[in-house]
């Protein structure tokens, strides 16, 4: 497995690739991989002859530089599963090579980026869709793997490769979940053992949703109402917001119709966890 840091190596390597006709297979990552990483990346190496894996904590994406520098980091053990899941290419550029002094470009996906998690976290997408713009120039990928976890970047990410004329393919890939149903995400090796175990509330507040569509309930207050008496029973879990939009527009819906995205953000002391279920009827 090759280590780039610099972006002019990791453009001329896969220039070579591509002249070669081999299909490029990228996954953009903060690191502190975990088993929705690796599914990725598995994937990536069934479809591509090249598997390029970013770790790069984006600080434009945090509310303040600080958290940034908090983020879990554990890059042996990346660098390991990474490998053993099928990578090729770890690309692990520094801030300054990303973000060079001077620097003054930043992407704003309109309307998309305002719902959900962009109501609390002001900026967030703006510093997602600019980064993840940069990674798919420097990388150039056939295609980029996302996850559903994060069903609100995956549909700002495609939203902007249609309107940006971009090439890549944009791969959306099923939630990787733990045994009891919490989606696995890098953060929760912050939750305390209780935090761990109450967080599994998420999952079951989902799945309450789909039980009662399945039994006919198509109105979204109901629905919603029934979440939050789950999510609210659980000690220390703040809800941050509950919401059923349309799976493409993100638009909220009253009646579920059609392809929906039920949606959960949820704070276990400071630590926020987001997951979501799709639902189509
Ligand atoms: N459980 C999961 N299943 C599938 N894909 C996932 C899962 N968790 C994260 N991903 C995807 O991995 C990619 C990189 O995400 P990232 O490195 O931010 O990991 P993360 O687990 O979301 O971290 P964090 O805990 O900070 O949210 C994103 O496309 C994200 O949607
Ligand atoms: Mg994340």
Redesign the pocket.
């Known amino acids: 497995m090759k280590i780039f840091n610099q972006i002019s190596e990791m453009k001329a390597f896969i220039r070579e690739q591509q002249a070669s006709g081999n299909a490029v297979g990228f ?6 991989l ?4 690796l ?2 990346v598995k994937r990536a190496a069934k479809e591509n002859n090249i598997v390029v894996v970013s770790i790069f904590v984006n600080p434009l994406q945090f509310g303040k530089p600080e958290e940034a520098d908090r ?1 879990p980091a554990n890059m042996e053990k990346d660098l390991k599963s990474a490998e053993s899941a099928g990578t090729h290419v770890i690309f692990h550029p520094d801030v300054m090579e990303m973000y060079p002094e001077g620097y003054k470009t930043y992407i704003e996906v309109k309307e998309i980026s305002d719902v959900l998690c962009g109501v609390k976290r002001k900026g967030h997408f703006i510093g997602v869709a600019t980064v993840v713009l940069k990674l798919l120039n420097i990388v150039h990928p056939d295609r980029a ?6 069903a609100q ?2 549909v700002i990410i495609k939203q902007m490769v249609r309107d940006l004329n971009m090439d890549p393919e944009i791969i959306v ?5 733990e045994n009891d149903g919490l ?6 090796i912050l939750l305390s053992e209780l935090q761990r175990s109450n967080a599994a509330v998420m999952y079951r507040s989902l799945k309450k949703a789909i039980e009662l569509v399945n039994k006919g309930i198509s109105d979204c207050c109901r629905i919603k109402s029934e979440m939050e008496q789950i999510l609210t029973n659980q000690a220390n879990a703040e809800v941050e917001y509950i919401s059923i939009v349309e799976a493409e527009s993100l638009k909220e819906v009253k009646k579920i119709q059609g392809k929906v995205l039920v949606a959960v953000a949820v704070l276990f002391d400071s630590i926020r966890l ?1 997951d979501n279920v799709t639902i189509e009827v």
């Open positions: 996954i953009p990552t903060m690191g502190a975990h088993e929705g990483h599914s990725m983020y793997y996302f996850g559903q976890k994060d970047q995956a890939s099923p939630t990787i979940r989606a696995m995400s890098s953060r929760n987001i």
